[in-house]
């Protein structure tokens, strides 16, 4: 195989991303007055830093990555995609290793995975082999878990669950799902250890997504009873008790931890009801992926009457509002956006490769130069993308 500069770039990129991420240490933005020690939830805990091995993270290739939900991963359909990484400027892939169905992406050797039969519907047997098609074509590998939308971890482990006020069961959301109780630390726990296990595979980075509490109108969440919650605890403090245990768990593990938090987080001066914070989540992880979707803004945000068909101003005003929200913090984690490349609603546009770039566009004006398109089916139009091109020497006195 032709190894072209670029390529050869591409094959250094992922270690130089690992390596300059430990440099700023995942509880290094908020360290307590003793070095080794923290508090979560009342215990002291203790942890050592490593020491950074590289201190130029601005050398590492921007990730450009496409959502890659299990399905595809499994199928076919990744040759396509990895074809589609090969001629464009895509360099990673994000990876469904727990979805929100609660089925893995592989067999797994994590014992409550086991015990729930989360290793019976899984959508490959053959995940090292196709780790390793990604790692020739240097594509670099991000693990997604859903931690808190669980039904399966729910069903099997009603104790760990959202229980319904009314003692009939489960409590379950608007269209039947039922939750995991994220005030349980169990819960954040089995998340770390597929997460653990998903690093040992070979994946370079571990993304969690639905670290939150249940976005439901306050009716219904009136009927939600979550047993572990401690008395007088918020739902924020619920949440940074868990990614506490997150991080805290993967730091050792090397590998850059990010999260996947709503849009709205960069705008919203509470917690929009589910927990989430801006701050919480910049200070302690490496990357944070607000879902700046155009599709899910309110008519009028922004002074703009529909959203959705102004994916160029939602876009910029949102991020806009992430970096000044992440300025005046002594460090901050990189900040790389979800972009939306689907279609969603009765009213157009249709998400064409422009809505697409537009998006990217406004990214890019702001200096952020990393991102992830989503499409749940995880279809990516070519054009969406610039065309891969190698890079060309120049040689001193060349006019031409």
């Known amino acids: 195989m032709l190894v072209t500069p670029m390529k050869l770039a591409r094959q250094t990129s992922a270690l130089l991303l690992w390596a300059a991420t430990l440099s700023r240490g995942l509880f290094a933005q908020q360290l307590p007055s003793s070095p080794d020690k923290f508090q979560l939830r009342g215990v002291e805990l203790r942890y050592v830093l490593p020491e950074p091995l590289f201190d130029n993270a601005h050398d590492a290739e921007p990730i450009k990555a496409l959502y890659v939900n ?49 290793t019976k519907c899984v959508r490959t047997r053959d995940v090292q082999s196709r780790l390793d098609t990604l790692r020739a074509h240097d594509i670099y590998a991000i693990a997604r878990i859903v931690v808190a939308k669980d039904p399966l971890l729910a069903e099997r482990r009603p104790k760990w669950s959202v229980q319904n006020r009314d003692g009939s069961g489960l409590w379950r959301d608007r269209i039947g799902i039922a939750w995991v109780d994220a005030y349980n630390d169990s819960v954040w726990i089995y998340a770390a250890q597929l997460a653990a296990e998903a690093v040992r595979l070979g994946f370079n980075e571990v993304q969690f997504d639905y ?33 506490a245990i997150l991080t805290h768990r993967i730091q050792p593990l090397g590998v850059p931890v990010s999260f996947d938090i709503f849009g709205l987080t960069s705008s919203a001066t509470g917690d929009l009801g589910i927990g989430q914070v801006w701050e919480d989540f910049v200070t302690v992880a490496d990357v944070v992926l607000p879902m700046v979707y155009p599709s899910h803004y309110y008519r009028g945000s922004y002074g703009i009457a529909w959203p959705n068909g102004e994916p160029y101003r939602i876009v910029r005003n949102a991020l806009s509002e992430a970096l000044e929200r992440s300025r005046p913090l002594a460090r901050a984690a990189t900040i790389r956006p979800f972009l939306q490349a689907f279609t969603l609603g009765r009213r157009k546009p249709r998400y064409t490769p422009h809505e697409i770039r537009e998006q990217i ?24 993308l610039r065309p891969y091109r190698d890079q060309i020497a120049i040689v001193p006195g060349d006019t031409q």
């Open 361 to 384: 566009r406004a990214a890019e004006e702001l200096g952020i130069d990393t991102w992830v398109l989503w499409n749940p089916r995880s279809v990516y139009q070519r054009d969406s």
């Open 211 to 243: 670290v939150r509490f249940p976005d439901e109108p306050k009716e219904a969440m009136a009927q939600a009873v979550f047993a572990a919650r401690k008395h007088g605890e918020t739902q924020r403090e619920g949440v940074q008790a868990g990614i």
């Open 70 to 118: 299990a399905w595809a991963f499994g199928s076919s359909k990744l040759a396509h995609l990895v074809r589609l990484a090969d001629s464009t400027e895509i360099n990673a892939f994000v990876v469904d290793i727990k979805d929100d169905t609660g089925c893995l992406l592989y067999p797994s050797e994590v014992k409550v995975a086991q015990e729930i039969g989360a």
